[in-house]
């Protein structure tokens, strides 16, 4: 079975209601990069009516589990 790990992902939305863009930092659970950044797409597409080309992300680094939080 595959570890389940803690990713921090960085990015913002830029929308044209909004002004400037909407930055944001989530700290999502998953076993890979890719699932991360998937979730957030998900989320914040969800959330806020983003498109995926809307939503940029920065970084994506894992984060200690002790350090989650």
């Known amino acids: ?3 389940v790990k803690v990713f921090k992902v960085i990015g913002e ?4 209601k909004f002004f400037v863009p909407m930055s ?5 659970r998953a ?13 914040m597409g969800s959330r806020h009516r983003a498109k995926r ?3 940029t992300i920065f970084s994506v680094e894992e984060v200690q589990p002790e350090k989650a939080g």
């Open 13 to 16: 939305i830029m929308k044209q």
């Open 53 to 55: 080309n809307q939503i």
């Open 31 to 43: 076993v890979k990069k890719e699932h991360a950044v998937e979730r957030v797409y998900a989320e």
């Open 1 to 3: 079975m595959s570890e």
């Open 24 to 28: 944001f930092s989530k700290e999502i």
